[in-house]
Structures are given as structure tokens and as C-alpha cells.
DNA sequence: AGCACGCCGACT
DNA sequence: GTCGGCGTGCTC
């Protein structure tokens, strides 16, 4: 019976997005399996691309003559079937194409890499094959080639002297290093022995130290050079005379080689007992639950993740643990390594992509049953798995900002429906969104309100910046911080200073009032647009001029706020000269490594203040920080987003959480010009509960998340008037399938209305249920498709983090 | 994406 | 007359 492959193949447009039929040769029909991926040819030219198998049957849908699968690249699947089914789900739900899924899913260097060289097959010009060729008989194209040569090569192509070959590259490759095998047996080696002279000792050490080694792993040939007396060409006579066999084994490039010391389980408060208590039942029952774990900084969140994986391991199942990027320090990982040891995989950016490689590798054969690792981690091909925990839940880092669009949080939860698991979402400030589920029901609510070491939370001073900058103009540091700043160098204790950066210059401020201009429609800031010289709401397209004096209070203060980490470093330097200032920003964590460098530089009392951007705020934990100083808590309050005020309040109780750790009771002090700004007095309460319960409702005034769903369509086009054409019909496009309900804010332009060359519009729609709504937007998709020939491109993000 | 087919302007 | 421009259609 002939076998059909249904294949994905490599090819990222609407058109190709679905299977195709390939005839599998009787040659590999014994291994072929779904999931692996293969080499097919496709097109006119046969060109070779790769594919992913989907299933394999005995019947073909496709009418015409199929072509044969060329090679199987993988030995076992390099996706196994829930991956499959997630990768279906995950294409439906983000409008990305399903080979896409598929490939995010997997470590880079498991996507191929394509190339095309020319081949000879018959006699030429000498004199030709020499300038074309080189001499040799086959050539690369690429991009150096040429135009005139390209003639001449398609010319022989013609005359059938010459082959257009396609390779498909699988870049993944395993390390292997040679290791040392005795060849014979302990018997044969010493019958070797009396072959030797007497004077041939280093030999007979040699066949000694081989009878040794029999029943004993074979040892690796650097380690063997390293420990033992032995040279290479000590090993290189043995191995000649047949004593002894180099083996290449294969090895993983482990990225962290050290040993780290183990950690034992901490003794449990009664909240976290009642917290871990309440996730374990759930794996024992095999429920898909949910919980929240609400708790403030200090009260031991990781303590509760670790023992919930360390009851799920004695079941037999394994553990993901997902934790935002900028959190996943070298602390972090050894606190995990602690106290699981190697069966932890660790993914993560930092590493390379052959160290990615390896641990997938370790964790697809299921030598590690714990994985801990950043966003796409969560795609981490574990089996069995016991519980999913996602740290710091609300990070916006957990949703991709490229295709696929997906939030880590929603893979999580399909995956615990998957394997019958809970999750736990953990965090100090909860998304608005997790948090109204749990006061739903939705997910279960675990609070944890004491500190472990049950010092209270540090006082927060706030500044009014609006009186300090009367006194001392221009000046980023009110007298208030620059005192306590001294006060602490002088006392041998450490400072953090955060500078907020977003929002960067795009919003206007008066320093005298602190009013910033918001849209009369949306309660939404302006944002300023150089290139018309206007301000802008990005919600309705309400359009106004930039004010010369401060509506409010008249005052001609009024200019764009924004300030880089450079020009205070400076500012500080000037002010404090004795001061040793880290500073840590993007430029300065650009290079591998550099982040922890600097960490570690600032742990070993390399410098007295930590100058930073939001990176400074997650995870870090240093016992001699006294102060924590806020240059500008407002800015990202005059973004145009509607989670402004959450991300101000995340932000400030990250940073608040920083200030004495340990024995020490820590200050933190944030200059404002807005201090009265309920984002800002809820921080300054530590007030999680009080800031979510008035967040919701001023979410549910203006409609927003999480009252409803949000979808965002982008459409760009290099022609500014096309573009906002284009959006308009889309825009009326969907109207007639909404309700009521539903609003369409836009289109208008975003706020970087022109990015590479191209104008930008956006759609946002908000809605409650809408049947309709999925099925319609995928039919755009799919109309707009002859479009893109045209120069558009049409994006869709499903519940968009970003609205700039 | 990338390749072939197809239909119009400036060259041997 | 042909070479080659890029607009259009299709890929099992």
C-alpha cells in the first residue's frame, strides 16, 4: 500500500499554509514518523526545502502526480504529537503560519538554512570552466556572484551542460570528543605486556592503566592527557599495536560546567505550606487548575515553585518553570541547580545556539525532567509533565512581539489541559488580567501577605518634583535623594538608582503643574509627532497642536519629558565626586555576559550606586543595598497605553522590593511629578489589592482589558495614503459582522507612524463575544493576501501588550 | 519565498 | 527579429 505524507514545508506565506501530499519511498518507510522533519522538493524548479510530517496515510487528497519525500532529516521526532496538536492550536490562535509555530518551537539551529550550487555534468571550455569555475566543478551562488557570470551560467544550464543543485542544511550538530576504550581483554593486555622490553615502561604503565579501565566508563582522551602520565603519542602507540580503541562519544556543551553547591528545602511559613499544600493535591488529582499566587516581595514565592516541583518529581513527572528573561540570573539558575542538580535544564538567550541545542537534546531524552528558562521555554519538549509555574507572571517579555504572536502564559495553559496539570502564575503584582480570573474563579487565589524574615516592607519617601525642581532647576536629584545618597556612601552601604526610560521624549509634561495632555475622548496621553508637529491620540485619531503654555497652569515649563541613563550618570558624578557609579543599560549589557558581570561587580562592592534602566528592578538581591532612589516614576505614565498605571505600579513595587533585603531596613525614595497619581500612592502603600480593585474600575470606564478582548490589526505600506486607505476598507470590512458590543477604535497612524520606509495604521478592536470575529479576521488575512504584491503588509496580534 | 510563464520596450 | 524587464500564478 503506498504511503502519504502529509507535509508543512518551509515556506512562510498564506498560500503555502497547509499541508502537502508527498509519496514516501518504500526506502524510508519504516522510520518515517510524524513529526520528524524532512527534505522535499517544491515548485517548479524542484527545489529542496524542509518539512515537518504531519501524518502519514494510505490515502492522498491531492489529484496529481506527488513527489517523492528526498531525505529524512531526523532519526526521531524532532516534534512529538501534543507539539503537533500545540502547534496547530497555536497557529489558529495567533493568525501566524503553522510552520512558523513549528519552528519557534524548536532551537534554532534545527531550522535549515538553504543554498544552491551549480554543477558540471558535462565538458566545457577550458577556458570558460577556469573563470567560471574556478578550476573546480561546481560553484555556490550567492549573492557575490555577479550578473554577467549568472548569464553565462544560466546559458549552460540551457545546453543541459550544467545542474542547479539544492541543499537543504541542518545546522544542528552534536559535539563528539574522543574517548579511550581498551581493545582487549585484561588477559590479552598482559600477554601484550610480555611482548614489551623491560626498558619500555611508559608501555607498560600504559597496558596497566588500560587493565584498569576495563568495566569502568570509558574515560575522555583530554582528560586522559590532563590526569594521567600518559601522552598522545603515548595513547597514539597504543592504539596502533590494537591495544586500545579512540571512540568519539557524544557530549553536550554544558554552559554550566561549575558545580553548584546543593541547596537544602527551606522550612515553610504557613501561607506557603497552605500554597504548596494546595498545587500538590492538584497534581496528585491530575487537575488542570490554575492558581494565582499573589505574594509580596520577601514572602518566599521561589521556596513554594521549588518544593511544588520537589513533590511533583517524587511522582514520577517532571517540571517547567518559566521566569522572564532579565530574572533568570546566574543566582537564579543555582538556586534550581541547588537543589535538583542535573536533572535541570536551563534555556535561556544567553546561550549559544549549540547550548540550546544540548539542552533540548538532554531534556527530549528525558535526561532532565526539570526545565527553567525564559518565554519559549515553555515549548520544552518534557513529557509527563507534573506543573507548569510561570514567575512574575505579569511580565510583558512573556508575550512575543513577533509572529507568532503568543503570550507563553496561554501555551502554559494549554499545555497543563494537555498533561491533566496545574499551573501556578506567581507574582507580587499580578496582571489585572490573571487577577480578575482569580476573583472569578477562573483560577485559584493564593496570597502570600508575611515576609519570610518578617521585617516589614521598606518606607517609601516620595518627592514632589515639582517643589525641588522650583528650588534647584534642571537637576534629576532632589535634595532629599542626593542626601540620603551621600548618607549611605558615607555608611559603606549601596544604592540602586532606576531611571524610567519608556516612554522616551514621547509625551509632553509641564514641570510646574505636572499635567501632561490627554486625549479629550480616551483618557488616554497625546502622544507628540515630530514629523507633523502635533500631538496625537493613537485610540480615535484625535489630532491637536502642541501647546506653547501649560493649559492647566499657564506656565511655558511645558516640554517633552524623558532623560538618559548617560547624562545622569554625569549629573551624579558632578554632584558626588567620590561616588563609584555602575551603570547598567542596553548599552552597556549589550555583550554576552555583561549583565552578570556587572551584577556581580556591584555584589563584590565594586561601586557604591547602581545606576539603571528597568532591568535593575527584577530579581537582584544584594544585602548592603540601603536606598533605592526613583529618578522619574511618571514617564511611563504618559505613554498611550492603557496599562500605563499597571506598569507604573509593577515597576515602583519592583524596585521597592530591592531596598534591605536582609538585616538591614531599606529606604526608597521616588521623586514624582505626579506623587498624587493613584499608581504612584498605591506603590507607596505597598497596596497591591487597593491598586487592582480602582484599576478595575478604571478599566471598566473606558472599556479595556480585562472587561474585554482586544485584537490589533497593523497595516503597512511604504505610500502613506495607500496605507490609510487600505485600513479604512478593512475597517469597514469588519464592521457589519460586529455587534454592538463590539467597539472599532481607529484606524489611525501609529505612533512611529513611519518604521524602515513604511507608514504604519492600526486597528483596535474591543470586544466581548463575537462569534464572527476570528473567522473574519482570518478571511482578511486571506483576501489582503494579493495585497502584499503590492507592498502591504497586513499584521494580527491577539490581545496586543503594546498599543504604541 | 522563489521559480516559470508571459507579455511589452531597446538592442545584436 | 531577440533579450530581458517585472507583473502574475503556483507550488503536493
Known sequence: MPQIAKVIVDVPTMQTNRPYDYQVPDTLLDHIQPGMRVAVPFGKGDRLIQGFILTIQDQANFEGQLKPITAVIDLQPAVNSELLQLSSWLAERTYAFQITCLQTMLPSVMRAKYSKTAQLVDEIDPALQA????????????????????????????????????????????????????????????????????????????????????????????????????????????????????????????????????????????????????VVTATQNQSDRVFLVEGITGSGKTEVYLQTIDAVLQQAKTALMLVPEIALTPQMVKRVKGRFGDQVAVLHSGLSEGEKYDEWRRIERKEASVVVGARSAVFAPLENIGVIIMDEEHEASYKQDESPRYHARDVAIWRSQYHHCPVILGSATPSLESRARAQKGVYQLLRLTQRINQQPLPAVELVDMRVAMKQQASSNFSPALLDALKDRLQKGEQSVLLLNRRGFSSFIMCRDCGFVLQCPNCDISLTLHMDTHSMKCHYCGHEEAIPRTCPNCQSRQIRYFGTGTQKVEAELQELIPTARILRMDVDTTRKKGAHAKLLKRFGDHDADILL?????????????????????????????????????????????GRAGRADKTGAVIVQSFNPENYAIQFAKQHDYEGFYQYEMAVRHRGGYPPYYFTVQLTISHPEEALAAKKSFQIARQLRPVLSDQAIVLGPTPKSIARINNRYF??????????????AKLAEILETTQIDTRHGFKIGLDNEPLQFT
Request: proline residues 4%; charged residues 25%; positive net charge.
Open 131 to 278: 573563470s567560471l569555475f574556478n578550476g573546480n566543478d561546481e560553484l555556490t551562488f550567492d549573492q557575490s556572484l555577479a550578473p554577467d557570470k549568472l548569464k553565462q551560467l544560466m546559458h549552460l544550464q540551457r545546453q543541459g551542460k550544467l545542474e542547479v543543485v539544492y541543499h537543504v542544511d541542518d545546522r544542528a550538530r552534536v559535539k563528539q570528543l574522543t574517548a579511550i576504550e581498551p581493545a582487549l581483554s585484561f588477559e590479552q593486555l598482559e600477554e601484550a605486556r610480555t611482548g614489551l622490553r623491560k626498558s619500555a615502561q611508559k608501555q607498560q604503565q600504559l597496558i596497566s592503566y588500560l587493565q584498569s579501565l576495563i568495566g569502568q566508563p570509558n574515560p575522555l582522551l583530554k582528560d586522559v592527557l590532563a590526569t594521567t602520565i600518559f601522552t598522545r603519542e603515548n595513547i597514539k602507540t597504543g592504539a596502533d599495536k590494537g591495544w586500545l580503541r579512540q571512540v568519539k562519544v557524544e557530549a553536550y556543551r554544558n554552559p554550566y560546567p561549575k558545580t553548584v553547591t546543593t541547596t537544602q528545602k527551606m522550612a515553610l511559613t504557613d501561607e506557603q505550606k497552605r500554597a504548596v499544600d494546595a
Open 612 to 656: 539603571g534602566t528597568q532591568m535593575i528592578a527584577k530579581g537582584l538581591d544584594f544585602p548592603d543595598v540601603t536606598l533605592v532612589g526613583v529618578i522619574n516614576a511618571d514617564t511611563a505614565l504618559g505613554l498611550p497605553d492603557f496599562r500605563a498605571s499597571e506598569r507604573t505600579f509593577q515597576l515602583l513595587t519592583q524596585v521597592s
Open 761 to 774: 495604521y492600526q486597528i483596535v478592536i474591543k470586544y466581548k463575544q463575537e462569534p464572527q470575529l476570528q
